[in-house]
């Protein structure tokens, strides 16, 4: 661990599986500041925009609208992916957005895919 630790992240992925770690593990900030470096490094990194909004929402951290604005960075990247629309609806239906959470849900019942399998993210929170 100590290695790991002192080995220089170079790519996002360095920055994402630890923040995947501490947020599992509870430190929720932590987590988050890891994620927030992924996407320094790699601004697209589906994973880290995610997990990001996922951890931003929280009832420990309470930063739903940022939460919803990276659900549709998420959307952007993967249109096809029916999970970013449907997360950012429900974030929208948690801040009194009702319209703007229909959008999101006819969004994601577009993104669904016809063969009834989900493409699952990489590493799901």
């Known amino acids: 661990m100590k290695r790991f630790q002192a080995t220089p992240a170079r790519t996002a992925w360095d920055h994402f599986i630890p923040g995947q770690a501490a947020a599992r593990g509870g430190d ?7 994620y927030e470096a992924a996407l320094v490094l790699q601004p697209n990194h589906y994973d880290s925009l995610f997990c990001l909004a996922e951890r931003l929402r929280t009832e420990q951290i309470k930063r739903v609208p940022e939460a919803v604005q990276l659900y ?4 952007a990247l993967r249109q096809n992916d029916q999970m970013p629309h449907r997360e950012r609806g429900d974030c929208l239906v948690e801040l009194g957005r009702m319209e703007e959470a229909e959008a999101a849900y006819t969004s994601a019942i577009a993104a669904a895919p016809r063969d009834g399998i989900t493409s699952p993210l990489l590493f799901r929170a």
């Open 28 to 34: 929720l900030k932590e987590g988050i500041r890891l």
């Open 72 to 75: 549709r960075a998420c959307s």
